[in-house]
């Protein structure tokens, strides 16, 4: 059984509100955590020029540099790129993983050094989905281009994809799968945590789709309620229309009859739908991790990428861990995700 949007937003919605994470907090930092560099910086993504939706092609980005990194000048490092969820920002995803401090403790407790950076895509609809339209700018290129090569000269980097690891949560799960299956040129490992909108998205239900239906203006969607705001998200990504103004986008239905071919170009976006033609790059990876929580609606279908994964011979391992959707992710980032890159990205010594 595929994971529906009830699912979705019950799953989403808990870790945008996980602001109290005490029953699962990461490792208290040893005391011998040396501190990390915080750098906030904004990139220009010349694969958002001119998109429809309006965002800015200037992005904010939170860097985090090894404890090391300045009284190391002739030092480089791989990098691991961190994708935020739905109705995230690169701070409220920071707020989320805990950080700086749980890549603090990671270090203290042995994980190799690297340079974190974690990318804000926010956008009208509440996220990119790190996808690429006319509609709200190619956010793949943004992230595989722009960014890469924004931080590769601007900071102390291992410039291959070999010491490169991209990893996300939700939203930022989808776009490391998405990502993962189409760029592996770029990046040499990926961890992808409780991943949503990985099976083919049915219409969201009567009310929903009318409620979006019924929207003429851009305050007026930013109003909505999530379901509503996630279509509009799926539309602006994946059914992009540009004569469609003022949102561009074709949506799932019109005047409440179902529109099939909207569903079947949202269908092409989902990486259960997308695999069988990325098989080979998948194999390229030197290693693929996934997790979710036994509590996560989203389980369903993670489990289905990684048994089909299995069954294509594409390398990777899956864990279900005890907790929801948000309740864990600090801890896992720490404690899983960084101590994952430090072990297969290549770094100078290595």
Not at 169 to 185: C, D, L, N, Q
Not at 329 to 350: E, I, M, T, Y
């Amino acid at each position: 059984m595929k994971t529906g949007w009830a699912s979705i937003a019950m799953a989403i919605l808990l870790a945008a509100s996980s602001t109290d994470l005490r029953a699962a907090s990461p490792s208290p930092p040893a005391a011998s955590a040396k501190s990390v560099t915080v750098d906030r910086i904004k990139v220009h993504g010349a694969a958002l020029e001119g998109n429809l939706e309006g965002e800015s092609a200037d992005r904010d980005v939170v860097v985090y540099l090894p404890p090391g990194y300045a009284a190391n000048p002739s030092r480089r490092y791989p990098v691991v790129y961190a994708l935020h969820g739905y109705g995230m920002t690169a701070d409220a995803f920071a707020g989320l993983l805990q950080t700086p401090r749980t890549v603090e403790a990671a270090f203290a407790s042995g994980a190799p050094d690297v340079i974190v950076v974690l990318p804000d895509t926010q956008t009208l609809h509440n996220g990119s989905m790190y996808s690429s339209s006319v509609t709200i700018g190619d956010w793949e290129g943004f992230i595989t281009r722009d960014l890469v090569s924004y931080v590769d000269t601007h900071y102390r980097t291992l410039p291959d994809r070999l010491s490169r690891g991209l990893a996300g949560h939700s939203m930022g799960g989808y776009g490391v799968a998405r990502i993962g299956m189409k760029h592996p040129e770029t990046f040499g490992a990926l961890y992808i945590m409780s991943p949503c909108c990985l099976s083919a998205r049915e219409v969201p239900p009567p009310e929903a789709a009318a409620s979006v239906e019924a929207v003429k203006t851009r305050e007026e969607a930013t109003k909505l309620g999530f379901l509503p705001r996630a279509t509009f998200a799926v539309a602006a990504a994946w059914s992009p229309n540009p004569k469609k103004p003022p949102f561009y986008v074709d949506l799932p239905t019109s005047n409440g009859v179902v529109d099939r071919s909207v569903l079947a170009r949202w269908a092409a976006n989902a990486p259960l739908s997308m695999l069988d033609q990325y098989v080979f790059n998948l194999r390229r990876y030197q290693a693929i991790a996934m997790d979710v929580g036994d509590q996560d609606g989203l389980k369903v279908d993670a489990a289905e990428l990684h048994e089909r994964m299995d069954a294509s011979g594409v390398e990777n391992t899956f864990e279900i861990y005890s907790g929801d959707h948000g309740s864990a992710v600090a801890s896992r980032f720490q404690n899983n995700v960084l101590p994952f890159f430090g072990r297969v990205l290549h770094s100078v010594g290595k």
